[in-house]
């Protein structure tokens, strides 16, 4: 069986996505249900860190937090590491408080990959990598960032997912 497909628009062009059901089931059936109700349309990666990663999928031009379902335990312990071009989730401290968040790393990063049980080292679920399009992520990371109603890292210029579909 073939692992999903999911095909993001931005303004700067198109990332696709392979996501690895067989790592993170829950993961991946919980970011698919929100592909399928169309929830991303229209949020923005809200955190853009150059040489770090680009976060996305739940604040709206506003900056206003979408409302989610419950959230998801944390498939952190699947033995997928946080390289560069994949994607996991966003979370908050609670190790198991991921939602409808995704960040994809745009370099290498270990400290964030899962090293222990305790809050502070369960490290973040990959479920996911760019299997193309890895450039416009990486011109996103690029993008001029301030601090804006509370948050930082937040593009000058927004840069939104325009949609987020399924691709065959």
């Known amino acids: 069986m073939e692992n999903p497909l999911v095909l993001l628009e931005t303004p700067e062009g198109e990332i696709l996505l392979e996501l690895f059901p067989e790592k993170a089931p829950k993961t991946v059936e919980n970011f698919l249900q929100y592909v399928d109700d169309e929830f ?53 401290p609670d190790p198991h408080s991921a939602a409808s968040q995704f960040y994809i790393n745009v370099a290498d990063n270990p400290d964030l990959d899962h090293t222990g049980e305790d809050d502070d080292n369960f490290g973040y679920c990959v479920f996911g990598e760019v299997a193309d399009g890895m450039d416009v992520a990486e011109k996103i990371s690029k993008t001029k960032t301030k601090s804006y109603q509370g948050f930082d890292d937040v593009p000058v210029d927004p840069v939104s997912i325009i949609s987020a579909r399924r691709f065959e």
């Open 40 to 92: 991303y349309d229209g949020t923005l990666f809200h955190r853009v860190i150059k040489g770090f990663m680009i976060q996305a999928g739940g604040l709206t031009f506003s900056m206003e937090e979408k409302e989610t379902r419950e959230p998801i335990t944390n498939e952190a312990t699947n033995g997928l590491k946080n390289l560069k071009g994949t994607v996991a989730m966003g979370r908050l």
